[in-house]
């Protein structure tokens, strides 16, 4: 019998809209997955993680990510996380793990927030390609043991309130020290720039993930899961012209994928 | 007709000038004429709740009372390729077959011009959740959405609402698409002073489905006894008149009393019901269950219902006393045709309604999500040919359930207006660095990446162009196969006011054009008619000679390798589009164009991709400037818009298609707003502005003079062709009968455009980027 398939949960709150292509990432890094609506929590502790995608879960209502961080089904997410299931926070999915508390994770309560965005170009939402950096070791979370230190990668940004920022002046000194920054916004050389276009929201160091101190959950502003397929990469990448006319390439993975092949690594090694 | 148990409101009786006070006092747009043919198909007086059914199913915008005739008598609809025609809430085109199975892409095209330009985000934002109700109630997966903007001059007397009115418009449209999570893949803007008072606003949706999974319009065969189930939001007071007033001329006066009639959006509760409504398709298939499905929009449930059950030959019984209501003593007539977002109607065998009203009230918990919200029994579908409408135990209507959605036909006078348009006669300019930086500064050809980076264009994940990057937008269409859909939406509203018959043309091709630049075979168009008042013969006109042009374009340029035409499968009459000072805004057949790629992995963009690569142009450089960028930029309009040649056009849309398919080009792009020069510097700049490949041009394969050959909007394209493939470009344009020239190479950190053995452009890459990425956002400052 082959070994069984790391098995994720794609949580649907009211609201979302990234559901359906992070199932998708899911799948192709070779896991099982299933979108689970926030009233299906009857046994959604037997997933062995957890990918919170994005959208307007609970349409924002009072700030982006609030309600959904007190759905029930959280509470069940955070004792999984506690026994170290890996989860991924995408965009409002990011949202609503620093609203819970989860991220940074440091005092189980609300440290940071992430505010409207700082863009001297478009105020409100924006969507852009944007390229992070993996300013730890590989391995640092469970979402990076194939990305190398000072490795780069493109993703889209898809957001209006992306900005991480937080009014205690130590935290950012904290998380530098204990690693939990893991991709800054980057040039595609990887020089990490605080103006824009660079850093695309004003977020503080450049920070565009965080993990907590463990590093089995990590809440991520730019959307991975639009970035794990060749074909997915914008017109102007060079990877991408270098396929054209390749089904095969198109459909090959693109560096974001590694954030779910990492997840899968991690089940396996640590939950199954 | 049968009886009814409220007052009757005496016409029959009423001498015609007491009945127009009466009706205009009462806001019903019915005429004196359409009022007593109301009591002529009911045999009596009407009820008020009659009198509201018939205003709202008789106005232009529900009844295409005007425009219907010319559309019937001209329009090829008709095609192998077309699943469904332009009948129901979507047109089906043929996306082709995959594993045996034929699937169709579906389309719906429409304007929401009126309500946008009073209160624009809402009327943006209800464009852009109505177009979505449209496809998605075929029974499809809903994929992308464009939207095609006309604003006034941000330049001009009204500069300021101008740019409020975009700005709302911009952002209305990001809120409603970006929350419910469908992927805006295209658009085009338009700046000028004929849309001061009137803006446009038109949107455009796609979905998937297969052929065998469509759910119609209309009731399922034996569906006598089946539940009509109102589903979505509660209604309230909303959008009452909508459709009415879409059909009346905008008098800024009434700016506060038509806001009542503009619907309020709720793109939350829309996403949750977009997911459970697919859960129904899933569950109904399954089943094997015959459903009717239908988008609530103008007229709302009176629209909905009578058409779901008149479209298959039954009538209706409908206790509007069920309806889910939001407000405490709403009248029958309210209930019946306001138009509350976020509402469709299902006809439903009794037997599968408790699974229905399960996905919808327990699964994704409607009413927990919206005060009010769910899914409801109301009525039931008839054997009789009666729509009747009962409220709190009376019969408040019972109409012939045909007089209700049959609506009425005029048959509207055209003359043609005085039209004095010259041709200047321009000097050779000194500084051509100049003009083509103030060409690429114009609003209409700058980057509109200050609109579209407000819209997510990456969300589901299938954007395989997104926009901005090339002529067209491209998704891949089905997962598991190799399909490709492209779209993209065109119509230069200054050719339409030199020429409204060649304007729509222009448009036509130019879709067709800017969906084969990214390799793709135009499969389909749609056509939202945006024109000024039909009443007036020279409106009327206009509206004949764009749909005259549209339906010449569509027959000529024919679907690849066939004769048949590339059919026109759904679209709009937005009329009345003026001022209240009588002023119409330019005609504006917009159209969009729907392309097919079987294998989306040789989808190519504009930009330049490498150095010392050769440029080639297809498409003769004519004397073609009316219209122009560059003539407005002189402040002159000009009078000789380019003229589409069919058999060239198609045979050079046929070579761009057949040279992507072989791989042989590096990139393309097609040649309009701006001129040869405006695309080359495209090319240089890329849809994100950061090329780093110049190019050097000569125009001497030409004998016109210099700013003609730069700037003449002739149609055409320009290639990036590696060295190696030219030959074999050559070989198949000669196949086609076109002449492909060589006009440079892609080469250094510069654009430089000589003639006749002298530099007239020379400009750094950097100053393109300036003037091309600061246009836009300082017309929207």
Redesign the interface.
């Given at each position: 019998m082959p070994p069984k398939k790391p098995n994720i949960a794609v949580v649907?709150f009211?609201?979302?809209?990234?559901e359906?292509?992070s199932l998708?990432?899911v799948l192709a890094s070779g896991m099982d997955g299933k979108i689970v609506?926030w009233?299906q929590r009857k046994g959604i502790e037997k997933y062995d993680g957890f990918v919170i995608p994005?959208?307007?879960a609970?349409?924002d209502r009072i700030r982006a990510g609030v309600i959904a961080a007190k759905d029930p089904v959280f509470e069940i997410i955070k004792k999984e996380a506690s026994g170290m299931k890996p989860v991924l926070g995408i965009c409002n999915g990011a949202q609503a793990l620093v609203e819970c508390g989860m991220i940074p994770g440091l005092k189980n309560k609300v440290e940071m927030a992430l505010a409207p965005n700082k863009n001297p170009?478009?105020s409100?939402?924006?969507?852009?390609?944007v390229n992070v950096r993996n300013v730890q070791d590989k391995g640092r979370c469970a979402f990076t043991s194939f990305t190398e230190k000072d490795g780069i990668v493109p993703m889209?940004i898809?957001h209006g309130e992306g900005r991480y920022v937080t009014k205690d002046r130590e935290l950012l000194d904290k998380l530098v020290k204990n690693k939990q920054i893991i991709f800054r916004y980057s040039t595609k050389e990887g020089k990490i720039e605080d103006g824009f276009p660079t850093n695309p929201n004003g977020a503080m160091y450049g920070i565009a993930a965080i993990c907590n101190k463990k590093g089995n959950v990590m809440a991520i502003m730019p959307?991975p899961?639009?970035a794990?397929?060749i074909?997915?990469l914008?017109?102007?990448a060079e990877l991408k012209?270098k396929?054209?006319?390749?089904?095969e390439?198109?459909e090959g993975a693109a560096p974001a994928r590694q954030l779910f092949n990492s997840m899968k690594k991690y089940v396996e090694e640590e939950i199954l | 007709m049968g009886g009814v148990d409220t007052d009757l409101i005496d016409i029959k009786g009423v001498p015609d000038n007491a009945l127009r006070d009466f009706l205009k006092k009462n806001a019903v747009s019915l005429s004196v004429f359409e009022a007593r043919k109301v009591v002529e198909l009911l045999g009596r007086n009407p009820t008020l709740t009659e009198i509201y059914i018939f205003n709202t199913q008789w106005s232009e915008h529900s009844s295409y009372k005007s425009s219907r005739a010319v559309l019937k008598a001209l329009l090829p609809t008709q095609a192998p390729n077309v699943i469904l025609g332009p009948v129901e809430d979507s047109g089906i085109v043929e996306l082709g077959y995959i594993n045996r199975e034929r699937y169709g892409i579906v389309v719906s095209h429409e304007s929401h011009n009126h309500p946008s330009q009073v209160v624009p985000y809402e009327g943006a934002a209800t464009g852009v959740g109505g177009i979505i109700r449209d496809v998605l109630c075929m029974g499809a997966k809903v994929i992308a959405t464009a939207d095609p903007l006309r604003f006034g001059n941000p330049n001009g007397q009204n500069k300021n609402k101008v740019k409020y009115i975009a700005n709302e418009v911009i952002?209305g449209i990001?809120g409603y698409g970006?929350?419910?999570?469908i992927p805006n893949i295209c658009g085009d803007v338009y700046f000028n002073d004929s849309f001061d008072e009137n803006c446009l606003v038109n949107v455009v949706c796609l979905g998937i489905l297969k052929e065998k999974d469509v759910i119609h319009s209309y009731a399922p065969k034996n569906a006598e006894g089946f539940d009509i189930i109102v589903v979505g939001k509660a209604t309230d007071n909303s959008g009452f008149g909508g459709a009415a007033f879409a059909s009346l001329i905008l008098d800024e006066k009434d700016r506060e009393n038509n806001r009542g009639a503009v619907q309020v959006p709720d793109?939350?509760l829309k996403?949750?019901i977009i997911?459970a409504s697919y859960a129904v398709f899933e569950e109904a298939r399954k089943q094997g269950i015959g459903l009717g499905f239908k988008d609530m929009g103008a007229g709302g449930i009176m629209c909905s219902t009578s058409e779901l059950c008149s479209g298959s030959n039954f009538g209706a019984d409908i206790d509007l006393s069920k309806v889910n209501v939001s407000m405490k003593g709403l009248p029958p007539y309210i209930i019946a045709c306001s138009e509350t977002q976020e509402r469709f109607t299902w006809i439903s065998p009794p037997q599968f309604t408790k699974t229905l009203l399960k996905i919808y009230n327990e699964?994704?918990?409607l009413p927990s999500?919206s005060i009010g919200a769910g899914a409801f029994v109301v009525g039931k579908v008839t054997g009789q040919q009666d729509y009747v409408l009962r409220h709190e135990g009376k019969i408040v209507c019972d109409a012939p359930v045909k007089s209700v959605t049959e609506g009425i036909r005029y048959e509207r006078r055209k003359t043609a207006p005085k039209r004095n348009f010259k041709e200047p006669n321009l000097k050779e300019t000194d500084d051509y660095n100049r003009a083509l930086l103030s060409v690429l500064q114009h609003p209409n050809v700058a980057s509109k990446?200050?609109a579209y980076?407000?819209?997510?264009?990456?969300?589901?994940?299938?954007?395989?162009?997104?926009t901005g990057?090339?002529d067209a937008g491209v998704i891949?269409a089905v997962?598991g196969s190799?399909f490709g859909v492209a779209l993209k939406t065109d119509c230069n509203p200054m050719y339409c006011r030199i020429d409204p018959y060649w304007g729509a043309v222009n448009a036509v091709a130019e879709s067709m054009r800017n969906v084969a630049a990214v390799g793709a075979v135009p499969s389909a168009l749609t056509d939202c008619l945006n024109y000024g008042n039909p009443e007036k013969p020279e409106a009327f006109y206009d509206f004949y000679e764009g749909v005259r042009g549209i339906a010449d374009a569509a027959k000529n340029l024919y679907y690849k390798g066939t004769k048949n035409p590339v059919p026109v499968i759904s679209g709009n009459v937005s009329f009345y589009n003026e001022s209240a000072s009588g002023k119409s805004v330019d005609p504006s057949p917009v159209i969009a164009c729907i392309g097919v790629l079987k294998?989306?992995?040789?989808a190519?963009?504009m930009?330049l991709?490498k150095e010392n690569t050769n440029l080639l142009l297809v498409g003769d450089r004519k004397d073609e400037l009316g219209g122009s960028v560059y003539y407005e930029v002189n402040n002159e309009v000009g009078s000789v818009v380019p003229i589409i040649d069919f058999e060239k056009e198609r045979n050079m849309i046929y070579a761009v298609v057949d040279a992507i398919s072989a791989?042989l080009l590096l990139s393309c792009h097609d040649i309009s707003d701006g001129g040869l020069a405006a695309t080359i510097s495209e090319m240089v700049l890329?849809?994100?502005a950061?090329g780093e490949i110049g190019a050097e041009i000569s125009l001497d394969f030409t004998n016109l003079r210099a700013y003609k050959a730069l700037f003449s909007q002739t149609s055409g394209f320009v290639f990036e062709v590696d060295e190696k493939n030219v030959q074999r470009l050559h070989n198949l344009f000669k196949f086609y009968k076109l002449n492909l020239i060589k006009i440079g190479s892609t080469a250094g950190r510069n654009i430089l455009i000589t003639k006749d053995g002298k530099q007239i452009i020379n400009l750094p890459i950097s100053k393109l980027k300036e003037a091309w990425t600061t246009g836009f956002?300082e017309a929207l400052e």
């Amino acid at each position: 019998m082959p070994p069984k398939k790391p098995n994720i949960a794609v949580v649907y709150f009211p609201g979302n809209n990234c559901e359906e292509e992070s199932l998708r990432a899911v799948l192709a890094s070779g896991m099982d997955g299933k979108i689970v609506r926030w009233n299906q929590r009857k046994g959604i502790e037997k997933y062995d993680g957890f990918v919170i995608p994005g959208g307007w879960a609970y349409e924002d209502r009072i700030r982006a990510g609030v309600i959904a961080a007190k759905d029930p089904v959280f509470e069940i997410i955070k004792k999984e996380a506690s026994g170290m299931k890996p989860v991924l926070g995408i965009c409002n999915g990011a949202q609503a793990l620093v609203e819970c508390g989860m991220i940074p994770g440091l005092k189980n309560k609300v440290e940071m927030a992430l505010a409207p965005n700082k863009n001297p170009f478009v105020s409100g939402y924006y969507c852009t390609w944007v390229n992070v950096r993996n300013v730890q070791d590989k391995g640092r979370c469970a979402f990076t043991s194939f990305t190398e230190k000072d490795g780069i990668v493109p993703m889209p940004i898809a957001h209006g309130e992306g900005r991480y920022v937080t009014k205690d002046r130590e935290l950012l000194d904290k998380l530098v020290k204990n690693k939990q920054i893991i991709f800054r916004y980057s040039t595609k050389e990887g020089k990490i720039e605080d103006g824009f276009p660079t850093n695309p929201n004003g977020a503080m160091y450049g920070i565009a993930a965080i993990c907590n101190k463990k590093g089995n959950v990590m809440a991520i502003m730019p959307h991975p899961e639009r970035a794990s397929f060749i074909r997915q990469l914008p017109g102007s990448a060079e990877l991408k012209n270098k396929f054209a006319g390749s089904i095969e390439g198109m459909e090959g993975a693109a560096p974001a994928r590694q954030l779910f092949n990492s997840m899968k690594k991690y089940v396996e090694e640590e939950i199954l | 007709m049968g009886g009814v148990d409220t007052d009757l409101i005496d016409i029959k009786g009423v001498p015609d000038n007491a009945l127009r006070d009466f009706l205009k006092k009462n806001a019903v747009s019915l005429s004196v004429f359409e009022a007593r043919k109301v009591v002529e198909l009911l045999g009596r007086n009407p009820t008020l709740t009659e009198i509201y059914i018939f205003n709202t199913q008789w106005s232009e915008h529900s009844s295409y009372k005007s425009s219907r005739a010319v559309l019937k008598a001209l329009l090829p609809t008709q095609a192998p390729n077309v699943i469904l025609g332009p009948v129901e809430d979507s047109g089906i085109v043929e996306l082709g077959y995959i594993n045996r199975e034929r699937y169709g892409i579906v389309v719906s095209h429409e304007s929401h011009n009126h309500p946008s330009q009073v209160v624009p985000y809402e009327g943006a934002a209800t464009g852009v959740g109505g177009i979505i109700r449209d496809v998605l109630c075929m029974g499809a997966k809903v994929i992308a959405t464009a939207d095609p903007l006309r604003f006034g001059n941000p330049n001009g007397q009204n500069k300021n609402k101008v740019k409020y009115i975009a700005n709302e418009v911009i952002n209305g449209i990001a809120g409603y698409g970006n929350a419910v999570g469908i992927p805006n893949i295209c658009g085009d803007v338009y700046f000028n002073d004929s849309f001061d008072e009137n803006c446009l606003v038109n949107v455009v949706c796609l979905g998937i489905l297969k052929e065998k999974d469509v759910i119609h319009s209309y009731a399922p065969k034996n569906a006598e006894g089946f539940d009509i189930i109102v589903v979505g939001k509660a209604t309230d007071n909303s959008g009452f008149g909508g459709a009415a007033f879409a059909s009346l001329i905008l008098d800024e006066k009434d700016r506060e009393n038509n806001r009542g009639a503009v619907q309020v959006p709720d793109p939350f509760l829309k996403n949750v019901i977009i997911r459970a409504s697919y859960a129904v398709f899933e569950e109904a298939r399954k089943q094997g269950i015959g459903l009717g499905f239908k988008d609530m929009g103008a007229g709302g449930i009176m629209c909905s219902t009578s058409e779901l059950c008149s479209g298959s030959n039954f009538g209706a019984d409908i206790d509007l006393s069920k309806v889910n209501v939001s407000m405490k003593g709403l009248p029958p007539y309210i209930i019946a045709c306001s138009e509350t977002q976020e509402r469709f109607t299902w006809i439903s065998p009794p037997q599968f309604t408790k699974t229905l009203l399960k996905i919808y009230n327990e699964d994704f918990e409607l009413p927990s999500i919206s005060i009010g919200a769910g899914a409801f029994v109301v009525g039931k579908v008839t054997g009789q040919q009666d729509y009747v409408l009962r409220h709190e135990g009376k019969i408040v209507c019972d109409a012939p359930v045909k007089s209700v959605t049959e609506g009425i036909r005029y048959e509207r006078r055209k003359t043609a207006p005085k039209r004095n348009f010259k041709e200047p006669n321009l000097k050779e300019t000194d500084d051509y660095n100049r003009a083509l930086l103030s060409v690429l500064q114009h609003p209409n050809v700058a980057s509109k990446a200050k609109a579209y980076k407000h819209y997510d264009t990456s969300v589901m994940g299938n954007a395989v162009v997104e926009t901005g990057y090339a002529d067209a937008g491209v998704i891949k269409a089905v997962e598991g196969s190799n399909f490709g859909v492209a779209l993209k939406t065109d119509c230069n509203p200054m050719y339409c006011r030199i020429d409204p018959y060649w304007g729509a043309v222009n448009a036509v091709a130019e879709s067709m054009r800017n969906v084969a630049a990214v390799g793709a075979v135009p499969s389909a168009l749609t056509d939202c008619l945006n024109y000024g008042n039909p009443e007036k013969p020279e409106a009327f006109y206009d509206f004949y000679e764009g749909v005259r042009g549209i339906a010449d374009a569509a027959k000529n340029l024919y679907y690849k390798g066939t004769k048949n035409p590339v059919p026109v499968i759904s679209g709009n009459v937005s009329f009345y589009n003026e001022s209240a000072s009588g002023k119409s805004v330019d005609p504006s057949p917009v159209i969009a164009c729907i392309g097919v790629l079987k294998d989306y992995s040789k989808a190519i963009t504009m930009k330049l991709k490498k150095e010392n690569t050769n440029l080639l142009l297809v498409g003769d450089r004519k004397d073609e400037l009316g219209g122009s960028v560059y003539y407005e930029v002189n402040n002159e309009v000009g009078s000789v818009v380019p003229i589409i040649d069919f058999e060239k056009e198609r045979n050079m849309i046929y070579a761009v298609v057949d040279a992507i398919s072989a791989g042989l080009l590096l990139s393309c792009h097609d040649i309009s707003d701006g001129g040869l020069a405006a695309t080359i510097s495209e090319m240089v700049l890329g849809g994100d502005a950061d090329g780093e490949i110049g190019a050097e041009i000569s125009l001497d394969f030409t004998n016109l003079r210099a700013y003609k050959a730069l700037f003449s909007q002739t149609s055409g394209f320009v290639f990036e062709v590696d060295e190696k493939n030219v030959q074999r470009l050559h070989n198949l344009f000669k196949f086609y009968k076109l002449n492909l020239i060589k006009i440079g190479s892609t080469a250094g950190r510069n654009i430089l455009i000589t003639k006749d053995g002298k530099q007239i452009i020379n400009l750094p890459i950097s100053k393109l980027k300036e003037a091309w990425t600061t246009g836009f956002a300082e017309a929207l400052e």
